[in-house]
């Protein structure tokens, strides 16, 4: 089992290695078509002439982890969260969605019915976990450069980021990627976990800004599970490198925005605990004045209320059952909404990249071995987890805590079933 770990991990650092030079050598995604034109101002002058959606100043992102459990509710919480990404509990249609804890099952429930609104959906190619991501994009944005998966390295639990590449008319090209971040698998590994979690912020921050700035981007989004807790967690902007943000940071930390896990709002978890696990973040170049800029205008919740007449019943530790109301995800979803600049943005300088590559660890930075969770929980838990995703979570209450840590009532700690 280790051997085979350690080979899967050496495969994902070559591709890695391959994505690097890929960004290297090209520079603005697919040639242009025919006409010689490049794909983004093709987008904005063909919108001039109704061949493209007209150009928005305004884009929404949705950022959603759908909660792999409980196969039995799949059908009416993808209906409810299929209609969440068409138009959102706050009135808006977002262009962009990432989507997070996807399973065979519900993708084949919400596919069809993000392709008739409009969507391209892509998923994440590596799939050995059991659950994976997915991102669906659709007008006014054009896609210019095909989703692409880049694995993390070091990840146990084939963690890693979908990104594309795409067009906003008026605008330019924005890079955008989902992701989800380590998870938490028990506190004799939480240091483990936490360093490896902090590294792939970082290699994502790193590989997204690189991409940005080779293709000629005016900006870049990341957004997802990141499964960070600020508490043990070191500040996420920081670790992301220069020209990164945090949008509900930078929209005034708006507290009905703040807790995306939320066991006191959300009532089917039948606990307290909340956190901000989930966030998006959005990159650009420091040089420029405000008007040429995209601004994060707002960021909400979205998916916080109970389908109707919908129930759950649910085991606690105790044994007990619970008749719990039935929402669409343990998560909330965060949509994310941004001004386009006020002027055209220059486009960003293409040149050959001369930075380092974005690997995980820099030259004589020191980070802990995974070797011995490979060796022991870690490895064999993403062994089991490919037949049952669940696994990753057992001995954790939803909020991916120990059972009966602080914040969650040690009689309401739910069991986690298949």
């Not at 070559?14 to 040639?31: C, L, N, S, V």
């Not at 990164?244 to 959300?266: I, L, M, S």
């Amino acid at each position: 089992m280790l051997e085979q770990l350690q080979e899967a991990r050496r495969h994902a650092a070559e591709r890695f290695a391959r994505h690097q030079a890929e960004t290297d050598r090209t520079k603005d995604g697919p040639a242009p078509g025919a006409s010689g034109r490049d794909p983004v101002t093709a987008g904005v002058q063909d919108a001039q002439t109704g061949a493209i959606a007209a150009s928005s100043s305004v884009l929404h992102v949705l950022s959603y982890n759908i909660w792999f459990e409980f196969q039995h509710t799949y059908e009416d919480r993808m209906k409810v969260v299929a209609a969440i990404a068409d138009k959102s509990d706050a009135g808006v249609r977002p262009a962009v969605v990432g989507l997070q804890e996807v399973t065979g099952p519900q993708m084949s429930l919400l596919k069809g019915r993000l392709e008739a609104v409009g969507y391209t959906v892509a998923e994440q190619a590596d799939k050995a976990a059991g659950y994976w991501c997915a991102i669906a994009t659709r007008a006014p944005l054009h896609v210019i450069k095909p989703a692409k998966w880049l694995p993390f390295p070091s990840s146990q639990m084939c963690r890693g980021l979908l990104i594309t590449h795409v067009g906003w008319p008026g605008c330019g090209r924005v890079v955008v990627a989902t992701s989800h971040l380590e998870s938490f698998i028990g506190l004799q590994f939480k240091a483990v976990v936490n360093a490896e979690r902090e590294s792939q912020l970082a290699m994502a921050g790193r590989v997204l800004a690189e991409e940005a700035r080779a293709s000629g981007a005016v900006a870049a989004i990341l957004m997802g599970d990141m499964n960070w807790d600020d508490s043990s967690n070191k500040k996420a902007s920081p670790l992301l490198g220069g020209g990164w943000v945090d949008v509900w940071e930078e929209v005034g930390q708006p507290a009905d925005a703040q807790f995306t896990y939320d066991g006191r709002a959300n009532k089917m978890l039948a606990h307290s605990f909340r956190n901000r696990f989930d966030r998006c973040f959005l990159w650009q170049q420091s040089e420029g004045d405000c008007a040429s800029k995209v601004r994060p205008e707002a960021i909400a919740l979205e998916g916080k209320g109970q389908l109707p007449g919908k129930f759950i019943d649910k085991p606690t530790k105790s044994g007990v059952t619970r008749h719990l109301p039935l929402l669409p995800s343990d998560h909330f979803g965060l949509l994310a909404s941004f001004q386009a600049p006020s002027k055209p943005a220059q486009p960003l300088a293409t040149a050959r990249s001369t930075r380092a590559p974005a690997n995980l660890s820099r030259p004589g930075e020191k980070r802990p071995a995974l070797d011995h969770v490979i060796d022991g929980h870690s490895g064999d838990a993403c062994k089991r987890a490919r037949a049952d995703p669940a696994e990753l979570r057992r001995g954790e209450d939803e909020s991916g805590r120990p059972r009966g840590a602080q914040g969650s009532s040690k009689d309401d700690a739910i069991v986690l079933s298949p």
